[in-house]
């Protein structure tokens, strides 16, 4: 039998799948990290239409709505990825 060894293996890249919501909020990352954050707001709401419970994508929504100057979109932001995380903990305990 032929051993694997994972460490070499090739990673593969994430593939679009229009039903991820980790698809989407990882891509938004990387927008966000190439400073493009109208593309990577845009990432991150779709990541909410797939899931409106996915606390880390409001999460990084609020911060880009910062960065855009839209406090009171970033306060809303904040408030329902606390509220989401706190359900998602909670699930848990």
Excluded: H, W
């Excluded at 880009?64 to 990825?81: P, R, V």
């Amino acid at each position: 039998m032929k051993k694997t060894n994972l460490l070499n293996s090739p990673i593969q890249p994430l593939k679009p799948n229009s039903n991820d919501k980790a698809f989407y909020n990882t891509e938004g990352v990387k927008k966000a990290d190439e400073f493009k954050f109208k593309e990577a707001f845009e990432y991150f709401t779709k990541a909410i239409e797939l899931d409106p419970k996915y606390y880390l994508s409001y999460f990084n929504r609020a911060t880009i709505e910062m960065e855009m100057g839209n406090i009171l979109g970033a306060m809303s932001d904040f408030k329902l990825s606390e509220r989401f995380r706190l359900l998602d903990l909670s699930q848990i305990i």
